[in-house]
């Protein structure tokens, strides 16, 4: 699941999807983008995508081969 189709989800939702609240997800977008230096390459997934895989690896203990198969829709 990207970002974009997991805000559109409902608080409760989203919070079951994910592990956080969408207050928390955005105050925690929030500190990386402030505090995450940006070099080389640009990145493929954005920041949001990135923080949402890393806290779907956390709460289910999927591998990143599923993970990315499921944010990439493949």
Not at 13 to 26: C, H, I, L, P, T
Not at 31 to 38: A, C, D
């Amino acid at each position: 699941m990207k970002y974009e189709i997991a805000k559109i989800l409902r608080e409760e939702e989203f919070k079951r999807a994910v592990g956080v609240s969408k207050k928390m997800f955005d105050k925690m977008v929030k500190i990386i983008k402030e505090n995450l230096r940006t070099f080389g390459r640009p990145p493929a997934l954005s920041r949001e995508d990135q923080l949402l895989m890393t806290l779907m690896y956390l709460r289910e203990y999927r591998t990143e081969f599923h993970i990315g198969l499921n944010v990439w829709g493949k």
